[in-house]
């Protein structure tokens, strides 16, 4: 922690601020400033003295400077805010911050706004709405199914397409398919998690079993792909790196018109079988020369969920 000798200023919130709302509960705002820009701050009422490091100091500042618009503005204010202020500081990216709050990709299931929580995301929600294939490829917890998710459902709502279709390779991730009861569909369900978790969270459970009940929302494994034209569909590949390259060869040319095709998958969880090639891998050595085919590369620092998580992957990855 930083020394009382070192650099310090002092600022003064707004009279009119939710000073609870920039703190958080138990200061924990405040807290995360500290832990992760090693600076000591201390609050009384409407007054925060910072101290440490100038350039760090100068980073928590600008980062309070923006918490507080935010908070001016009627957002409620969250670690993930936090944390992603700070990266976006580290990365002398503080300015385009509060643009990330301008716009809203859809409501979820209890009317709560979701929008983009860094400069990554907002790449890769860019790069869909204006292409018709997209890769999203990086690390887990970067929001990447999450956000397809969103779109596909805005996409829906909004007549842009008249179905929405989930896959993903059956693959064995350390356990054996082969011994859980029932046929691939009932067998692939529990990998396909995430995606229910995801259509719950902005639809509801009951909306989103209706949709699927009618064939509006289709989740199924990647085999189940094979020999259809895909149009005006909304298609979303999770684990894209768990393909082969016959798989994904199959899967894009599925494309049909009036649809759009979003790939995400992470390089460093490739399940396949010892001398397989990954399709994802292989597809982004031969496409990326393709202008109207998309890659967006997220990062360590677009990690979203628990702060910690960003901190394991990096352990693993220097290991």
């Known amino acids: 922690m930083a ?23 138990h200061d924990k705002h405040l807290k995360l400033l500290e832990d992760y820009l090693n600076l000591r701050i201390t609050s009384r009422g409407e007054f925060i003295r910072i101290s440490g490091e100038e350039t760090k100091v100068t980073y928590a500042r600008e980062i309070l400077k923006n918490i507080q618009k935010l908070v001016t503005r009627g957002h409620k204010i969250g670690s993930t805010d936090i944390i992603t202020a700070i990266q976006m500081a580290k990365k002398d990216e503080l300015e385009q911050f509060l643009t990330l709050y301008e716009k809203t990709l859809i409501k979820d299931a209890k009317g709560n706004p979701i929008r983009v929580k860094n400069t990554g995301q907002k790449t890769y929600v860019e790069a869909i709405k204006r292409n018709d294939v997209v890769f999203g490829v990086g690390p887990a917890g970067t929001g990447k199914t999450f956000l397809a998710v969103c779109l596909a459902v805005s996409a829906l709502k909004n007549g842009e397409v008249e179905k929405i279709i989930l896959t993903r390779p059956a693959v064995e991730a350390g356990e054996s398919l082969g011994f859980l009861p029932g046929d691939l569909q009932e067998k692939v369900n529990p990998y396909l998690r995430p995606i229910y978790d995801a259509l719950y969270t902005i639809l509801g459970m009951e909306h989103t079993n209706r949709l699927m009940d009618r064939g509006v929302i289709e989740i199924a494994p990647l085999a189940y792909m094979r020999g259809r034209t895909l149009e005006e569909c909304f298609v979303i590949l999770d684990e894209a790196q768990n393909t082969t390259k016959s798989q994904m060869k199959m899967f894009l040319t599925r494309l049909g018109n009036r649809s759009k095709m979003v790939i995400n998958g992470d390089q460093s969880q490739i399940d396949l079988p010892r001398g397989v090639d990954s399709g994802l891998i292989h597809a982004m050595s031969i496409l990326k020369e393709i202008d109207k085919i998309k890659f967006v590369e997220f990062s360590v620092s677009d990690v979203v969920r628990h702060p910690v998580v960003a901190d394991i992957i990096k352990a693993y990855s220097n290991n």
Do not use: A, K, M, Q
């Not at 020394?3 to 509960?25: A, K, M, P, Q």
């Open 3 to 25: 020394t009382v000798d070192e650099y310090s200023i002092d600022i003064r919130l707004d009279d009119n601020v939710d000073v609870n709302e920039i703190f958080g509960t």
